[in-house]
């Protein structure tokens, strides 16, 4: 299973970036998905996360801001993030909790390798 994402890049306060992350591999099933982000000297941090039965969460400093989707045909989670501010920047990694298999069954969670975000003020 592998996750690729992309979106990031250098933007402007208050302008807007969309992250999107595929999914590929042999795949039964994903069920959550999400985007964290670690910033320079500092923890990585959930940023947003979706089910698959649409259930949102989403960092306080995001809300209002952020938006995480989904496209379950396409295995692809976005996050369209508007408002930007400098404390946005850090690298936005995706995760997603993936059942593989076809008699036996594995569920783990998988990561991909980041994307660079870049505010500038």
């Known amino acids: 299973v592998q996750l690729q994402a992309s979106g990031g890049g250098l933007v402007q306060a208050g302008g807007s970036l969309r992250l999107s992350c595929v999914v590929s591999?042999?795949?039964?099933?994903?069920?959550?998905m999400a985007w964290y982000r670690q910033a320079p000297g500092k923890q990585r941090e959930l940023v947003a996360a979706l089910t698959r039965g649409d259930s949102t969460n989403y960092a306080d400093s995001v809300k209002g801001r952020f938006t995480i989707s989904r496209d379950n045909a396409k295995n692809m989670v976005d996050l369209q993030m508007n408002s930007l501010i400098p404390e946005d920047t850090a690298v936005y990694y995706c995760g997603a909790v993936v059942t593989t298999g076809s008699t036996r069954f594995l569920t783990k969670t998988y990561w991909g390798q980041g994307t660079l975000v870049t505010v500038s003020s």
């Open positions: 591999g042999s795949i039964f099933n994903i069920d959550s």
